[in-house]
Structure formats: structure tokens, C-alpha cells
């Protein structure tokens, strides 16, 4: 039994960021009992990206090993908002806004888990049916001072930057989603440590045993900077086709694979060291190995033959330059000439006029795979022809 659980222990814990308190989860898988295995999700946008992925990876990663994955929807947390990592209050959501996204994003994330062992909750369930003495109880068995330990707090706080109440209560509230579902361990982004150690505090406050917990380092997002974020832009989603993820993935910057490969396609952190001991001494192309992380993004979520579909369509596109097989149509306008900025804004190519005016200045713009220069091209000379903005974003003007 103590060399199961010490196994299972190392595969829990390969590439994780922190464990804690030093000993315990291990101390508990050695018990042999399965443990309930926490992840609260606030559904605040429309997509699962491949960084918010990561923390769903290590749930499954449980559930192979028998334990019960505990999925908080927080759809009463959502309407709160996350303080974590924000330097500014952030706006609320109403109940409308957060359904919108939940129904969005929760069969995404089904898909990512086992359907057993699973459960699902929604923190409404409790948070929605506390009253003012239930709210009271709950804020007198933290002191301001226990909360200002947060560091974007702190750091708020010295700039005299603004700070709602609301805010404070957030982790509080967090807290209380471990004590409903008495939590043995509670997983979260790195980001979230100060929440994750809060629901501890409070368990072992309201008689509880406390959860260990567990965080994932976050992923850097297609930008290499900054983490990924649907609100930067710079994100893959779960469900992007096979040729759009593979293509985002050939943007990653080279200095970043070693976290694609370790969160993005889930390697091993003994065959990402490998990885990145191999870039830095020459032996590895850094071309040759980002096509092998996309190949292995693509196959993680589409499977092995997309994946090669994938790496083909991308070397027609941008080794031979040729014009994707299956190409969306658009109309084309009756006017004569045609504005090309308005044109690109209708066919969903930009997302403005302005931004087709600069698409046309930079000369992104292509017909048929020629550079055009001019915004005003004559109408006879679009029809049928295949409009292209970028490297991977085409029309065909019909009409």
C-alpha cells in the first residue's frame, strides 16, 4: 500500500507548482481511502482555453486514480469577482450574464473529466441561501488583517488604490464551497493559493479536517508574456479546429515551449527537461520541436489523424502558400468599385473598418494571393476571387 501511494503521489504531484502543508496529501493517500478532490470554476467568458485546461488535466489525474472529482460552477462566486491578480475592482456579472457562460463552457469541461467518479455543484446551492446571521458568522472568523495578507491586496492597498468590501468577502466565500463539500484536497491556478489555504482555515475553523492543496503553474499565453487570458486575446481554445490550434501553436514564441510542453501537452517534467536541455545545446530544431508540440496539442484534443491533417494544411498555407481546400463564401457587395476595408469588417475578417484601413496600409491584404494596395478595387476584379487577410483568415467573394 505505501508504495502504491507513493507512486500515485509522484504522478500527482509531476509538474505541479505547490503542495501543501509539506507531507500531507501523501500522508493521506498512504490512509488508502478515496479522497474528495475540490476545483471551483467561475464562469467569467465564453471558452476553455488550453492554460485553463491545466487545472482540469490534474483533476482527471485523480479521477484515474479512484478519487472523486468535486466540481464547483460558481455561479454565485462569478457574480462576486475573482479578485486574484487584478489590480482594479473588477465589474459584476448579473445571474443572466453567468448562465450564458455556464451553459457555454460546462459540457467543454465534462468532456475533459471522467464521467466518473464526478460530482457537480453549483455554490448557489449554499452561498445563494445564507442570510445576514449566516454572513456575520462567517466574516467574524477572519480578522482584516488575515485577508490583507493577500498580496494584491497589500500592494492595492499601499498605492492607495481602491478596495471593495465585496472583494474581502470573495475568498471567504471560496471558503465556504470546501466546508459544503468537506474538501480533502482543493486544486487551483498558482493564482489561487491565498483562496485555496482560506478554505483550509475555515474547515479546520468550523471543525472540519482540512484540505491539502494543490496548485498548477499558469500558463504563458501565444504572446509569451503575459498568461493567457480571453480578455488579452492571447489564447487557444479546447475547441478550436485542428488547423487553427495548430497554426496558434506555431506562433508560440521558442523561449516558452518547455511550459507548452510540460501544461499545454502534458508531458512529463523529466521529458520537458529533456526537451529543453536538447534546445539549448543545438540537438533539437526549434523549428522540428514546435511542430512536434503542436502535433501533440492537436492530438490531445482531436486525436492522431487530425493532427497530421493539421501540420499538412499548415505547410500548403505558409511552405507552399496555397489557398486552404474548403474556403467560406461571403457576397459580394453591389457596389463598383469596392470599399475593401468595409468589405473585410463584413466578412468577419477585421473587426473594424478602421482596423481593414490598417490591414490595407500594412499590406496584409491579398487577392488571390497577390498584395493589394489600393482601398477602392474594381468589382469585377473580386468576383470569385479569394480575399485574404493575415496568414490564415480567407473568403471567397461570391455574387
Do not use: C
Not at 529533456?274 to 484534443?301: C, F, N, Q
Not at 491584404?365 to 479569394?386: F, H, M, N, S, T
Request: hydrophobic share 40%; glycine share 10%; net charge negative.
Amino acid at each position: 500500500m505505501q508504495k502504491r501511494a507513493l507512486d500515485h503521489y509522484a504522478l500527482l504531484t509531476d509538474g505541479v507548482e505547490t503542495v501543501l502543508p509539506e507531507g500531507e496529501l501523501r500522508d493521506r493517500l498512504q490512509e488508502g481511502s478515496p479522497l474528495r478532490v475540490k476545483l471551483g470554476v467561475d464562469p467569467t467568458a465564453p471558452d476553455v482555453t488550453l492554460g485553463w485546461a491545466v487545472v482540469f488535466r490534474q483533476l482527471r489525474r485523480f479521477q484515474e486514480l479512484g478519487h472523486t472529482a468535486v466540481l464547483i460552477i460558481g455561479d454565485f462566486t462569478a457574480r462576486v469577482g475573482d479578485p486574484s491578480g487584478v489590480g482594479a475592482t473588477r465589474r459584476r456579472l448579473d445571474a443572466d450574464e453567468v448562465g450564458g457562460y455556464v451553459s457555454g463552457v460546462l459540457d467543454t469541461i465534462k468532456d475533459l473529466l471522467l464521467p466518473e467518479p464526478l460530482e457537480i455543484r453549483s455554490n448557489s446551492e449554499w452561498l445563494g441561501a445564507m442570510d445576514m446571521h449566516d454572513v456575520l458568522d462567517l466574516t467574524g472568523r477572519f480578522t482584516v488583517s488575515r485577508i490583507m495578507d493577500r498580496d494584491d491586496f497589500s500592494k492595492r492597498w499601499e498605492a492607495h488604490e481602491p478596495i471593495s468590501m465585496i472583494e474581502f468577502m470573495y475568498p471567504l466565500l471560496q471558503a465556504m464551497d470546501s466546508v459544503a463539500v468537506e474538501a480533502d484536497v482543493e486544486l487551483g491556478g498558482s493564482d489561487q493559493l491565498f483562496n485555496l489555504l482560506v478554505g483550509r482555515d475555515l474547515q479546520e475553523r468550523m471543525g472540519q479536517r482540512p484540505q491539502s492543496v494543490l496548485t498548477v503553474p499558469l500558463l504563458v499565453g501565444t504572446d509569451g508574456r503575459r498568461k493567457m487570458s480571453q480578455s488579452l486575446g492571447n489564447y487557444i481554445s479546447v475547441r478550436d479546429e485542428p488547423g487553427e490550434m495548430f497554426g496558434k501553436t506555431m506562433s508560440v514564441p521558442d523561449d516558452v515551449m518547455g511550459d507548452w510542453f510540460l501544461l499545454a501537452a502534458g508531458r512529463s517534467e523529466a521529458e520537458v527537461a529533456a526537451v529543453t536541455a536538447g534546445l539549448a545545446d543545438g540537438s533539437l530544431h526549434p523549428g522540428e520541436t514546435k511542430r512536434r508540440l503542436g502535433r501533440e496539442i492537436v492530438t490531445r484534443y482531436w486525436g492522431v489523424e487530425a493532427a497530421r491533417e493539421a501540420e499538412a494544411e499548415f505547410d500548403r498555407l505558409f511552405r507552399h502558400h496555397e489557398t486552404p481546400d474548403e474556403v467560406e463564401e461571403h457576397p459580394l457587395p453591389g457596389d463598383d468599385p469596392v470599399w475593401i476595408p468595409g468589405l473585410l469588417s463584413a466578412a468577419g475578417l477585421v473587426a473594424s473598418n478602421s482596423e481593414g484601413r490598417r490591414m490595407v496600409a500594412q499590406g496584409a491584404v491579398k487577392v488571390e494571393g497577390v498584395k493589394i494596395e489600393a482601398e477602392d478595387v474594381p468589382r469585377e476584379a473580386l468576383r470569385g476571387a479569394v480575399l485574404q487577410v493575415g496568414k490564415r483568415r480567407f473568403v471567397r467573394l461570391v455574387g
